[in-house]
């Protein structure tokens, strides 16, 4: 497996944690639509796509929030983060089973920082639908029940999984609907 250096971050992305995320998040999706291009299956390809985000988001973090604590799913937790200000909240592959059957492209990555008690930035990519990533948190917007975007359909809020079955999390005022990846 090849390690591609990530393109150079933007000037917006130095200060501001919101165009990084969305920065982040594009380079780990890139870096997985290379992973899947190098001819892998099954297994390999999962471990390979796993470890691959996984390592250039730390890298990124490390060298551009160097003092930001992270949790991630693909890395073992450290603690210290219970007390950090600022954690960053990665998924650096969301759905590695669909990523791992070419041509399913219902796969993502997740970047968001959660500072001082509060949900303040994040994106989500899906590179292999072509599309840039989406903000996952507004300027605008915290959250708490005034967190509606504008463009919101109306009716109830829906929780999009592939499991077949609500979880207990799920709250009484969210429509269960099952679909794709979560």
């Known amino acids: 497996m090849t390690t591609e250096t990530p393109n150079q971050i933007p000037p917006a992305a130095i200060s501001d944690d919101h165009a990084f995320a969305v920065w982040a998040a594009e380079q780990a999706g890139e870096r997985l639509l290379q992973v899947r291009a190098e001819g892998l299956e099954g297994r390999a390809l999962k471990d390979a796509g796993d ?4 390592s250039l988001l730390a890298a990124l973090l490390a060298e551009h929030r160097p003092d930001d604590a992270v949790l991630s799913e693909e890395a073992a937790d450290d603690k210290s983060r219970l007390d950090a200000p600022r954690v960053w909240i990665i998924d650096p592959l969301d759905g590695t089973r669909e990523f791992s059957e070419p041509p399913r492209d219902d796969w993502a990555v997740h970047v968001a920082l959660w500072e001082s008690g ?5 994106a989500v990519a899906q590179p292999a639908l072509g599309r840039p990533s989406t903000p996952a948190v507004p300027r605008w917007c915290r959250p708490g029940p005034r967190c509606v ?22 709250p009484s005022w969210c429509r269960w609907a099952p ?4």
Request: no cysteine.
């Open 51 to 54: 470890a691959a985000a996984q």
């Open 179 to 182: 679909r794709g990846s979560r």
């Open 149 to 170: 975007p504008a463009s919101r359909s109306p009716g109830p809020v829906r929780r999009r999984s592939s499991r077949r079955w609500p979880p207990s999390s799920t």
């Open 118 to 122: 509060e949900l303040t930035a994040g």
